[in-house]
């Protein structure tokens, strides 16, 4: 059964991407655009999802994830571009 229309995402879909660590409708959209268009379909994405084990929120929640936080391109900029930016 489809659960977004817009752009043909199925609920087996849905639960592949939330099984290879998609454990939020945000997360859902940025790997398959469910969720981005009329918005129609979010509620039902997070039906789906609930609220059961996250593999990769028991990964950040063991500090394992610290690196990826890091390397969040929204996080502020690191020392060594600030260094860089005074060089110049």
């Known amino acids: ?26 997360q859902i959209a940025s790997v398959s655009k469910a969720g981005t268009d009329c918005g129609s379909c979010v509620r039902r994405i997070q039906g789906l999802l609930g609220r059961g084990a996250c593999p990769r929120r028991e990964l950040l929640d063991q500090g394992e994830g610290a690196g990826v936080l890091a390397a969040d391109p929204l996080a502020s900029p690191l020392p060594a571009a600030a260094a860089l930016d005074e060089a110049a």
């Open 1 to 26: 059964m489809y659960v977004c229309s817009c752009f043909g995402i199925t609920e087996k879909q849905v639960k592949e991407h939330a099984e290879a660590g998609a454990c939020t409708p945000r």
